[in-house]
């Protein structure tokens, strides 16, 4: 398994703020993801990060709204941008270590970032 | 549309009982399986998975599932629940003929009492 962190593990924003969640991994990952936890639901893919491409995201999530970097193969940053109330969630990133499979293959979460927007 | 459905929304149970929370998914290629598992303040983590073989998968702390690939289901059973099983369970599924992304069920908490 793969050791995930996220920073910041909460925070309170203002609406039309923006905030940066970074994720490290503490081995090499070819593929990475980003979740979204709303309050009571289950978890909802937003994007996946391959290093040195364009993030792929799924439908209902675009990229002005969350902006993703993936700068190298143990970091990648989610942007929420413009924020809104109902952007409120656990947003958690996850890995894929074993050798690029990734959708394929088992995949292991960080801690997650419990934003809530007032 | 594609989705995984778990039957049971929150589920109360006294220690020692025992366990079946119920998974159904609605794809018809190969899937990967998965339960996840939520303690209270903690991250998600891998209960346990099914890829190929065996359809009885056996994951920590005492959980098993089974795959029946007729009924698309993967329960999740334990014969003697503690309370520090208390948590969110989750299933999840790849369908790997669709580019093989993750679904989550919704969700089942479950509550042990002592």
């Known amino acids: 398994s793969a050791v995930i962190s996220q920073k910041p593990s909460r925070d309170i924003c203002q609406r039309g703020t923006s905030l940066t969640i970074q994720c490290q991994v503490d081995?090499?990952?070819?593929?990475m993801f980003w979740y979204r936890q709303q309050p009571g639901q289950s978890l909802t893919l937003i994007a996946t990060?391959?290093?040195?491409?364009?993030?792929?995201?799924e439908s209902g999530f675009v990229i002005d709204k969350f902006p993703i970097s993936r700068p190298n193969l143990t970091f990648s940053t989610l942007t929420v941008s413009n924020m809104s109330p109902e952007d409120s969630s656990i947003y958690l990133c996850?890995?894929?270590?074993?050798?690029?499979?990734?959708?394929?293959?088992?995949?292991?979460f960080g801690p997650g970032t419990r934003l809530t927007v007032l | 549309a594609q989705s995984v459905s778990q039957h049971n929304h929150h589920v109360i149970l006294s220690e020692a009982a025992s366990l079946e929370l119920g998974c159904n998914y609605s794809?018809?290629?190969?899937?990967?399986l998965f339960w996840y598992v939520q303690y209270p303040g903690q991250h998600l983590q891998l209960l346990l998975k099914?890829?190929?073989?065996?359809?009885l998968v056996k994951g920590i702390k005492g959980f098993e599932a089974e795959f029946i690939k007729s009924k698309f289901s993967f329960n999740l059973r334990k014969p003697s629940v503690q309370w520090s099983d208390t948590a969110e369970y989750f299933c999840?599924?790849?369908?790997?003929?669709?580019?093989?992304?993750?679904?989550f069920g919704q969700g089942t908490e479950l509550s042990v009492k002592p």
């Open positions: 990060a391959n290093q040195g491409s364009e993030a792929t995201y």
């Open positions: 999840a599924v790849t369908d790997l003929g669709q580019g093989g992304k993750l679904i």
């Open positions: 794809y018809g290629g190969t899937v990967n």
């Open positions: 996850s890995v894929s270590p074993a050798g690029g499979l990734g959708f394929t293959d088992t995949q292991y």
């Open positions: 081995s090499q990952v070819t593929m």
């Open positions: 099914y890829f190929s073989g065996d359809p």
